[in-house]
């Protein structure tokens, strides 16, 4: 698959400037090439061996449909793996499933535009897999039958500033599905106003595992008694988790987990859970679900409290806690981590929980409203990615032209006059040096050719 130009960029909200590592296809582990921009969206950074396992980095923007048709115009191949991994998973339950997922609720009601866009577009690139929504449904709802898992976060006493909270999931299991192994972090810059959202998963997921927005609020789900009920106008709880990062957005976070709870409650959930919603500074909580409640589905909610570390952490494993108490099946050291008081940092956050085996990981250095740190790695079976650390900014405001050397959104003439009067520099603080090598080189027109005519319109 040849790269396609990058037609409109979104508006940005600021402008930096950035010289972040765009690893494009060419920096790949391997020979793999995926096309580095489309239309609404361009891949940021991307390793992948021979077998597809590594990691990508991806930006999407625009209408829900905008968005669903660049990623699966991006990642078109390994979505069509990860449906056809599913159906080799479920066999003879495959069918069964598809009808589960058609009489399922999806919420918001932009996520079936991006379900519709993405079959679109792979009617057009992959037309001989004749992938319609129903595959794309059941692939993207992994969640309803796996996932155990361990969280925490912490604010207050345990942090210093500038950072104001500290929240890490990990999500464990193995690796079900060999497009398990290609771990891709998808940033959403939607344009219908509600919050921009980063989602840890795997290729082509509108759903979240792993999800944190604007607001620095972090989203998973946990196991909890996981009995389900697959009866028709039920939402899974993949969509919950997705509808929850994407619901508020009152400037006002303290105002979030009781509108988002609140909402939650009119709908009937397909299977028990633990949905955490580790809103920073202590707004947060842990919403509890399950499919046989007399009332409302969404029927507790846990709030920190104080006899637990001060009311200053929060824990979510996969055992029953109100938050006065460490759940049983705590197995990471979470107590002793906290019953030292002084300030925590992102990197000693980050490893409470990080261990091999966990299928992914994601970590998140709140200072505020689209001001954070956010680290995340994933399992490749054998070995892991790299952690790959990113701001913010750097996921959202990074320049759309991967070969845009002179900073004008587009890569030209002007471009490559600078990396051809720059070749051959070495030794660092090369103008040229586009993959961040510490020289200019072939690489470096490699980038810059593969991006040529972005920005410059069709």
Same mark, same amino acid.
């Given at each position: 698959?040849?790269?396609?130009? $990058?037609?409109?960029?979104?508006?940005?909200?600021?402008?930096?400037?950035?010289?972040?590592?765009?690893?494009?296809?060419?920096?790949?582990?391997?020979?793999?090439?995926?096309?580095?921009?489309?239309? %609404?969206?361009?891949?940021?950074?991307?390793?992948?061996?021979?077998?597809?396992?590594?990691?990508?980095?991806?930006?999407?923007?625009?209408?829900?449909?905008?968005?669903?048709?660049?990623?699966?115009?991006?990642?078109?191949?390994?979505?069509?793996?990860?449906? %056809?991994?599913?159906?080799?998973?479920?066999?003879? %339950?495959?069918?069964? *499933?598809?009808?589960?997922?058609?009489?399922?609720?999806?919420?918001?009601?932009?996520?079936?535009?991006?379900?519709?866009?993405?079959?679109?577009?792979?009617?057009?690139? #992959?037309?001989?897999?004749?992938?319609?929504?129903?595959?794309?449904?059941?692939?993207?709802?992994?969640?309803?039958?796996?996932?155990?898992?361990?969280?925490?976060?912490?604010? @207050?006493?345990?942090?210093?500033?500038?950072?104001?909270?500290?929240?890490?999931?990990?999500?464990?299991?193995?690796? *079900?599905?060999?497009?398990?192994?290609? #771990?891709?972090?998808?940033?959403?810059?939607?344009?219908?106003?509600?919050?921009?959202?980063?989602?840890?998963?795997?290729?082509?997921?509108?759903?979240?595992?792993?999800?944190?927005?604007?607001?620095?609020?972090?989203?998973?789900? +946990?196991?909890?008694?996981?009995?389900?009920?697959?009866?028709?106008?039920?939402?899974?709880?993949?969509? $919950?988790?997705?509808?929850?990062?994407?619901?508020?957005?009152?400037?006002?976070?303290?105002?979030?987990?009781?509108?988002?709870?609140?909402?939650?409650?009119?709908?009937?959930?397909?299977?028990?859970?633990?949905?955490?919603?580790?809103?920073?500074?202590?707004?947060?909580?842990?919403?509890?679900?399950?499919?046989?409640?007399?009332?409302?589905?969404?029927?507790?909610?846990?709030?920190?409290?104080?006899?637990? #570390?001060?009311?200053?952490?929060?824990? /979510? /494993?996969?055992?029953?806690?109100?938050?006065?108490?460490?759940?049983?099946?705590?197995?990471?050291?979470?107590?002793?981590?906290?019953?030292?008081?002084?300030?925590?940092?992102?990197?000693?956050?980050? #490893?409470?929980?990080?261990?091999?085996?966990?299928? +992914?990981?994601?970590?998140?250095?709140?200072? @505020?409203?689209?001001?954070?740190?956010?680290?995340?790695?994933?399992?490749?079976? =054998?070995?892991?990615?790299?952690?790959?650390?990113?701001?913010?900014?750097?996921?959202?405001?990074?320049?759309?032209?991967?070969?845009?050397?002179?900073?004008?959104?587009?890569?030209?003439?002007?471009?490559?006059?600078?990396?051809?009067?720059?070749?051959?520099?070495?030794? @660092?603080?090369?103008?040229?040096?586009?993959?961040?090598?510490?020289?200019?080189?072939?690489?470096?027109?490699?980038?810059?050719?593969?991006?040529?005519?972005?920005?410059?319109? =069709?």
């Amino acid at each position: 698959m040849k790269p396609t130009a $990058a037609l409109a960029a979104p508006p940005r909200k600021t402008i930096r400037p950035l010289r972040r590592r765009l690893l494009i296809a060419v920096t790949t582990l391997t020979a793999v090439v995926a096309p580095a921009l489309a239309q %609404n969206g361009v891949i940021l950074d991307q390793q992948l061996d021979e077998n597809g396992k590594g990691y990508t980095v991806i930006r999407v923007w625009g209408s829900h449909y905008e968005m669903g048709y660049a990623q699966a115009q991006l990642l078109g191949d390994y979505i069509v793996q990860g449906v %056809n991994d599913t159906k080799t998973f479920l066999g003879g %339950n495959y069918d069964y *499933v598809r009808a589960i997922m058609a009489g399922a609720v999806w919420m918001p009601p932009g996520i079936e535009d991006e379900i519709d866009a993405a079959v679109d577009c792979l009617a057009v690139t #992959h037309p001989q897999e004749s992938i319609d929504e129903l595959d794309l449904k059941v692939t993207c709802t992994a969640g309803e039958w796996l996932y155990g898992c361990r969280s925490h976060t912490c604010w @207050g006493r345990y942090v210093a500033e500038p950072i104001k909270t500290l929240s890490t999931r990990r999500l464990d299991f193995g690796t *079900v599905l060999p497009s398990m192994n290609h #771990h891709v972090l998808c940033t959403r810059d939607p344009a219908d106003g509600s919050p921009r959202w980063v989602n840890l998963g795997w290729a082509g997921l509108p759903t979240a595992a792993t999800g944190v927005n604007e607001f620095g609020t972090l989203v998973s789900l +946990h196991d909890y008694q996981c009995q389900t009920d697959f009866a028709p106008g039920r939402m899974p709880r993949m969509i $919950a988790c997705r509808y929850a990062l994407t619901f508020a957005s009152d400037p006002d976070v303290s105002t979030h987990l009781d509108t988002v709870y609140t909402e939650l409650q009119d709908y009937e959930i397909m299977t028990g859970s633990f949905v955490n919603y580790y809103a920073p500074e202590g707004y947060g909580g842990v919403m509890v679900c399950y499919p046989y409640q007399g009332g409302p589905d969404f029927y507790y909610c846990r709030a920190p409290q104080k006899v637990w #570390h001060h009311g200053e952490a929060m824990i /979510t /494993t996969n055992a029953w806690t109100d938050g006065t108490y460490t759940p049983a099946d705590e197995n990471f050291g979470a107590d002793a981590y906290y019953d030292d008081e002084s300030p925590k940092t992102l990197e000693s956050h980050w #490893h409470l929980l990080a261990n091999s085996t966990s299928l +992914h990981q994601l970590s998140v250095a709140y200072r @505020g409203r689209e001001d954070m740190t956010i680290w995340a790695d994933g399992r490749l079976d =054998p070995g892991r990615t790299p952690r790959l650390e990113y701001e913010w900014y750097q996921l959202f405001d990074a320049p759309v032209c991967p070969g845009d050397l002179d900073g004008d959104d587009d890569t030209d003439q002007a471009d490559l006059g600078i990396l051809l009067a720059d070749w051959g520099c070495t030794g @660092g603080d090369c103008p040229g040096d586009l993959d961040d090598d510490g020289d200019t080189d072939h690489a470096d027109l490699g980038v810059l050719l593969a991006d040529w005519g972005c920005g410059t319109g =069709p």
